[in-house]
């Protein structure tokens, strides 16, 4: 019962992460036009901007604590079992629909569009361009550290596990991997979202 009572308490600070990290979202885009974060994709740190480190350091300044390593304020979470140096001590992945164009991610139609020889160029979107802000993910953990995985964790390129999911209208839910709608790569892959910022990832209730 403990252990269960601490695993419940983990993911719902790991909820709370992705509140906070929503507000700083809210923050940026008030700052910029209204338009998401987004730079170059790879950065020139040899990042891809969804992936946590390489969209960390457009929404850091906008949660008021840089801390690293297992401090690493609410951009890790509490319960991620990876090496907290191995991704910049950032649990949390960006949808890449944030910053292309509907068009790019619908011409994208496997995991290596995300981080291979063909990513195209970045395109700013802006809050206005999301259809269905309460079916979009915007952000989210990219392993299941809340449930057992059978062998690899794949992320969003699988279909194992349970993960907290930040929405575009700002609300967090924990959800089963099988409740994401299949993306353009066939995985639940927030990334490749058929149609971008204007698609979905989830059914309505």
Not at 29 to 57: H, Q, V
Not at 149 to 163: A, L
Not at 186 to 193: D, E, I, M, R, V
Request: glycine residues 8%; contains cysteine; positive net charge.
């Amino acid at each position: 019962m403990l252990g269960k009572t601490k695993s419940a308490a983990l993911r719902v600070k790991c909820a709370h992460n992705l509140k906070q990290i929503n507000l700083a979202t809210g923050l940026y885009t008030n700052s910029n036009d209204d338009t998401y974060p987004c730079a170059e994709d790879p950065l020139p740190a040899g990042y891809w901007l969804w992936m946590g480190r390489g969209w960390r350091p457009l929404v850091e300044p906008y949660l008021g604590n840089k801390e690293r390593g297992k401090n690493a304020s609410v951009l890790l979470c509490p319960a991620d079992r990876t090496d907290p140096n191995k991704y910049d001590a950032t649990s949390y992945a960006y949808s890449m629909a944030f910053y292309h164009s509907p068009e790019q991610i619908d011409s994208m139609s496997s995991p290596a569009d995300t981080y291979g020889s063909n990513t195209v160029p970045s395109v700013p979107q802006r809050t206005s361009n999301v259809s269905k802000p309460s079916q979009k993910i915007l952000s989210g953990e990219w392993f299941g550290n809340h449930a057992k995985i059978n062998g690899k964790d794949n992320g969003w390129w699988g279909w194992q596990g349970s993960r907290n999911y930040l929405f575009a209208d700002g609300h967090v839910a924990y959800l089963k991997a099988k409740k994401i709608r299949p993306a353009n790569d066939g995985f639940p892959n927030a990334n490749l979202t058929t149609h971008g910022i204007r698609g979905v990832d989830i059914d309505a209730d």
